[in-house]
Structures are given as C-alpha cells and as structure tokens.
C-alpha cells in the first residue's frame, strides 16, 4: 500500500509518516518548509531543533531499514501536485528513485495551520487563503484526472463549527422545512479566517465528491497535545516540530512551557471557551483506522476528531496541580481576550464515529500530563519567554 502524506514535516505529518512505514506501507512525503520559515520569520521559538525533512527520512532509514521517498515542493504549484500521480516526480531524496505507483490513501495536513498568524494582518491573510485553497484546489483536480479511487483523508479542524447553541453532529444534519426534510453540512461559523479557509475546504472537496465520485475522509480535528510517538522514542532526533508559542503552540503545549518557566498561565478572558481536545497518538489512530476503513466512492464522511472536551480554566487548573506537584510555582492569570469568540457557550459535539471503526482513546490524566512535563523540561534552557505570547488580536 501507498500512502502519500502531503505537509510530512509538520507537528502531524511527520509521525504520520513514521506510522505508516513502521507498519510496512510505501510512505512519500511532500513539504515546502512552510512551518519552519514562518517559525523563522515571525522569531518564535521552537523547543529544540528539528532535522531537516531528508535527514530525518534518512534517520529513520538507518535506524529501521525502511524508506521514507522526500519532496521537498510547493504543493499550491498544481504540476507538483499532478507529478506525484502521474509518474513525472523527481524525489528530493529516495533510496529507490522510481515511481511507487498511485497512492490508495493521501493524507492531506499540507495547510497553514494557525488561527493566529492568519490574523496578524491581510498579508499573513492573504497567505492562508492562497496556501490552503490552492492546495486542496489542486489536489481534488489531480484526482479528477489521474486517481479517482484514492482515498483522501483530510485533517479539517472542529473551529469550522464555531460554538453554536445546539448539538454538533459528525458533519451533517437533516432539515425539515415546509414539510420536506434534505441533509446538509452542518451550518459553519469559524471564528478566524484559518478556520474559515478550513470550512471552504470542506466545500471543495463535497464539491469533487459530488461532480467525480471521489472518495474523502474529514477529520474535524481538535487541538492535538503531546510530543512523543511509539515511532519516535527510538531516537530524539525522529521527535517532531513542538512550538509553545502564541502563534504554533497548541493550548496544552504551550501551559506545560508555561509551568515549567514560571510564566503565569495565559487563560484568555474568563477561560470558559470549551473545546474538544486529543492526545498526538489518537491523531495517529485515528488516520490509520480512516485508511483502514475508506470513504466509499462518492462519499465525503465527516468524524469529529476529538476524544474529550475541557475549558480553558479546567486545563489551566489540570497544569498548574500537575505543576506544582513537581515542585513548581504554577500560576494563572486571566488577560483580556484577544480573540473575538464567547467566552461562555454551549458545547456539545458528538464524537464516537471513530471509535465505532476502532479508535481506543488516551485521555488527558494527571500522568499523561506529569510525562509530558518530564519529557518537555529536559529542554528548559532552550525555553524563550518573549515568544509565548504577544497579543495578536482578531478585532
């Protein structure tokens, strides 16, 4: 089997990648650097070095004799796109130089992935927009032409959905009007142009569902914590991107920094906004089981990627007792919300179709997060302060 993982440099793709080789399958990587460069453009901190793309592939080769084919590329450049299924790719770095064959899965993370640095200001909009439209543009009409029967697994983001005041279904709903009833995508309402580029994604590929029968998974992704992966213990070196940042940095990533540089908490607002969390290994669950079990052709089948739901407040409180059983001074401070979203809302996402296709959840414990603090204070003085946070603001 081929699974071809477009953005395998990224915080996901690259254990993603590990995964899939670990377990037998032909792995081709695709990236540009995106993350790393902003990362450097914009001066945020990065908890340790990371490889290059080519030296973790050739890491991981040495280590465990399989290979991972590399390109680096720029995926908003359709003939790249097209090259990887029509035999015409140059890898940047392969064992065998060859062409592996049609990929029967793509799994998609190739897309600018913080809400924050899609508002900094309509530069940094604009560079969403046109990374992550064209990207998933390109990759629906490569299939069109070359391989309708891939299997698309895209990592789509619970921020689509918004907090709306009813229940949130796994991506569709019926609707009786005037006495006839039709099933629609959920209404959405994204809180950042991030999001919104994720819910015009949806809509691009229902549209190739529906006009060339392609087959899609979409994973309405949470926020993921975590730094560690079966695949990567082997060598710290194979560990993957881990912000803790304002702008990269996942909430749970980010307190555990927090905590352990004595730098106070940083719940916005009154901490009440409530979102579905899960920890990096079910993200790599999750996508295994979605290839395992595909979409069929002509289905766009959405699951909600989430494996428990907590506050702002109840994560703060959950680090800082954690934190302070390690002997640290953990304290929260509640700064004025620089974000437009409801601070208090209803929440009530629906969230066990992965678990019925076999997904078994880890769970956010006082243990997972005492490892997680051991793991991450090894790198204490490659801590920066000044890139935790910076204010972006939405309005």
């Not at 453009?41 to 080519?54: A, F, K, R, S």
């Not at 004595?262 to 607002?269: A, N």
């Not at 954690?322 to 953990?330: E, P």
């Not at 076999?358 to 801590?383: A, C, I, Q, S």
Request: hydrophobic residues 35%; aromatic residues 12%.
């Amino acid at each position: 089997m081929h699974v071809l993982i477009l953005g395998g440099d990224g915080y996901l793709g690259w254990p993603t990648a590990m995964y899939f080789s670990k377990r037998g399958y032909d792995v081709t990587v695709v990236d540009n650097y995106f993350r790393r460069n902003a990362c450097l453009e914009l001066d945020v901190g990065m908890l340790y070095p990371v490889p290059t793309l080519i030296e973790r592939a050739k890491i991981w080769y040495e280590l465990t004799g399989k290979e991972i084919k590399v390109l680096i590329a720029d995926l908003t450049e359709p003939e790249i796109i097209r090259s990887l299924f029509d035999g015409r790719v140059t890898y940047s770095w392969a064992l065998k130089k060859e062409f592996t064959g049609l990929p029967e899965t793509v799994v998609h993370y190739a897309e600018q992935p913080s809400a924050p640095y899609s508002l900094i200001d309509y530069r940094y909009a604009n560079i969403t927009v046109q990374n992550n439209l064209l990207v998933t543009n390109n990759l629906m009409w490569g299939l069109r032409d070359f391989s309708r029967d891939t299997h698309v697994i895209h990592i789509g983001t619970m921020g689509e959905y918004g907090t709306p005041n009813i229940d949130i279904p796994e991506g569709w709903i019926e609707i009786e009007h005037k006495g006839r009833k039709d099933k629609f995508l959920f209404p959405r309402q994204a809180s950042s142009l991030y999001h919104t580029t994720k819910i015009m994604d949806t809509d691009l590929m229902w549209f190739g569902v529906r006009m060339w029968d392609l087959r899609v998974t979409d994973l309405m992704q949470g926020p993921v914590y975590g730094i560690e992966t079966e695949e990567s213990v082997i060598d710290e070196r194979l560990r993957t991107i881990f912000n803790y940042d304002e702008i990269f940095g996942t909430i749970v990533n980010r307190f555990i920094v927090q905590a352990l540089v004595d730098y106070p908490l940083t719940v916005y607002g009154r901490g009440g906004q409530t979102r579905g969390y899960l920890n990096i290994n079910d993200t790599l669950q999750c996508v295994k089981m979605s290839e395992k079990t595909p979409a069929t052709k002509g289905e766009l089948r959405i699951f909600n990627q989430i494996m428990e739901t907590f506050s702002a407040n109840e994560l703060a409180e959950k680090v800082q007792r954690v934190g302070q059983n390690l002997g640290y001074d953990v304290r929260i401070d509640h700064l004025e919300n620089p974000r437009k979203e409801a601070e208090e809302h209803y929440y009530n996402p629906t969230y066990q179709g992965l678990g019925e296709i076999g997904v078994k959840p880890h769970y956010l414990t006082d243990e997972v997060l005492e490892g997680m603090m051991h793991v991450v204070e090894r790198f204490k003085e490659n801590m920066r302060r000044d890139v935790i946070f910076r204010g972006i603001k939405w309005g």
